[in-house]
Structure formats: C-alpha cells, structure tokens
C-alpha cells in the first residue's frame, strides 16, 4: 500500500497536525491582531494571512532546539515554530514593556529572541540576510553544526543585500538557506515589475548554489525542499536559494488598501488558494483531521489568543525613563 505524501517525508499523523495546528495558530493571531487595529487598540499590522504554509512547512525541516533563523516581517508562522507565543506577538503588538523583541519599543513584525535563536530584524528590508550569512560563516570557523534560515520577500530580492549576502554565502560554502516569501506584490508593485527573470530562484546559479521554487501553498512540498537544503547544508554542501510561491491573502499592511492596485479576479484566486483551508482538506482526506479534533484544535488555540490578548492589553507599557534603555549599553546601573 503506497504511503501517504507526508509518510514518504518521514512525518507522522502527529506532526502534520502540529503543523496544521502551528499554521492555525498563526492565522487566528492575525485575524485577531486585523481586529484590534480597526478598534483604535493596536497602530499596525503586517500579515502573514496566506503564507502559514511557507512559513511553517520550513520551519518544521529546521532543528528549533540548535538552528538559527533571520525572519522577515510576515514570518509569524517560522518565530511560532521556534519558540515564540501568542502572548510574546500580542506584546509586541500592544507595545507594551515585556515585548520580547524590543521592550515595546519597535514596531511588529520586527523579531528578536535570544532565547530562541531568533536574529533582531530591523527596518530596511532584506538587512537580515548579511545577518544570517554571517552567523554561518561564524558557525562553520567554530564548526558548531547549525545552519542559518533566513527570509524575505521577492520585491527584497532587488536590494544590493541580497546580492552581497548570497555571493558571500555561495563562494565560502556556507550552511545558510535563504527563502524568498514571493506573494506577488511589494506593496503596490507586481512581481512582473519587480524582476526581469521568470523565478527569484532563477538567479541561485549566479550565486555557485542550487536555487528550486515550490508551490507556497503546500507545507509539504517546502518542508521537502528545505529539509533537503538543511541535510546539503549540514553535509558541507553549501547554501540553497529558495522560492515559495504563495498569495498575500491581505492588504500589504494595515495601512494599505490593495484594491487599488489588485482585480477581484486576483483577489478570489488567492482565496481559492488558501493554505490553511487546502491542508485541512488533505488532512480530512486521510482522517487525520476530523470535525471534533478541528473543533477541539480551534477551541484551544481561541482560548490561547484570548488569553495573551487580555494579557497584553492590560500589561504595563514601558516606563519613560527606560526610553534609551537597549539603546545605549549601560555601565554600573546607568546609561554609559
């Protein structure tokens, strides 16, 4: 009897359920986190609504208790899988003093978690990628065996970063993978505007790497490619570029409005698309996923996203006194 697509990558019923489980997670936060933007209680949002598949597919072909990741600012599915919760997002969220990534003090989106092996984003996109390059090339001279995971989107792809990082990465043979996000759009901008070849993954061989796109939507099919990259990595073998093709299920940010820019026609095929709701197919499809457990799942992960939004809500912001705390380094308890 043939095995099923997930028994043939070696994941049982219970991780593709964790997996399902995690992507869940990650949607319900979002929504909730759209919600309280348009209650006046939270500035901003920037989603992750139709990536979860991307996000957390790779995540799981990566070691969480020893791997490094660089995300990028949609990536609430990865920062999940490694160690982040619904409470620590609400935080950063509400900006609030206990936020993990910066003590309230950067806009979401921007994680951080030494705990958790989470590198700090900032700002200018794609910066993360030199990162991650560097903390292999940091990793292979100590021979510590890790590999690095970084992220962006495709319209990132065009900034000298990318370039620079991969280059480096691809002539010192690094275990570091890069996977491009590509939704289609950078902002406003179509991908048919943004690069020239016909794939992001197109451009690896320029870089001494293999470069491989996939179907975004299918958590199976990235974990296949990166837990390849991550097995090449750890062998020595060099970094991989990755590109997960998906659709931006939202407006770029809470501060925009894509039906300026997007068709109806684009928007109900990025619908149709919906990876949570295509996994949750498979998984039903193979009784993996019933009616009661999917019930039970969401009951759970509710109750979790209503906690932590309590939680955050009500925890204190940071004092104005601390204002340049983590910003300078201190000296004998005061600001050096």
Not at 2 to 20: A, C, Q, T
Not at 115 to 140: C, D, E, F, W, Y
Not at 295 to 311: F, G, L, S
Request: net charge negative; hydrophobic share 35%; with cysteine.
């Amino acid at each position: 009897m043939p095995k099923n697509r997930h028994e043939e990558l070696g994941l049982s019923n219970d991780d593709v359920l964790k997996i399902f489980e995690t992507m869940l997670m990650a949607r319900r936060v979002d929504e909730r986190m759209w919600l309280l933007n348009r209650a006046g209680k939270i500035p901003f949002v920037i989603s992750c609504q139709g990536q979860e598949a991307t996000q957390v597919g790779a995540a799981f072909a990566l070691d969480n208790t020893k791997d490094y990741i660089a995300p990028y600012y949609r990536d609430m599915g990865v920062v999940l899988h490694f160690g982040m919760t619904a409470r620590d997002l609400m935080l950063s969220a509400f900006a609030k003093a206990e936020d993990p990534n910066s003590g309230g003090r950067q806009m979401p989106g921007h994680f951080g978690q030494k705990k958790n092996r989470i590198l700090t984003g900032s700002s200018p996109v794609t910066t993360q990628l030199p990162h991650a390059v560097g903390v292999a090339l940091a990793g292979k001279i100590q021979q510590k065996d890790f590999v690095t995971f970084v992220t962006l989107g495709e319209g990132s792809s065009n900034q000298g970063d990318f370039h620079e990082g991969l280059n480096f990465a691809g002539v010192h043979k690094l275990p570091c993978i890069t996977m491009v996000e590509n939704n289609k759009y950078a902002i406003s901008v179509p991908y048919d505007r943004q690069v020239a070849a016909k794939n992001v993954a197109d451009r690896a061989i320029g870089y001494g790497m293999p470069g491989y796109t996939v179907d975004g939507t299918d958590p199976l099919e990235v974990y296949k490619v990166v837990k390849e990259a991550a097995d090449r990595a750890r062998n020595g073998e060099g970094p991989s570029l990755i590109e997960a093709v998906s659709h931006r299920l939202t407006a770029h940010s809470s501060d925009d409005d894509h039906r300026q820019y997007r068709t109806a026609e684009d928007l109900a095929e990025g619908q149709a698309a919906d990876p949570i709701g295509k996994f949750a197919a498979y998984l039903t499809e193979l009784n993996i996923l019933t009616e009661e457990l999917e019930k039970e799942m969401n009951d759970r992960i509710m109750k979790e996203v209503n906690e932590a939004t309590d939680y955050a809500e009500n925890a204190p912001y940071a004092a104005p006194e601390d204002a340049l705390k983590y910003v300078y380094a201190e000296k004998d308890g005061g600001n050096a």
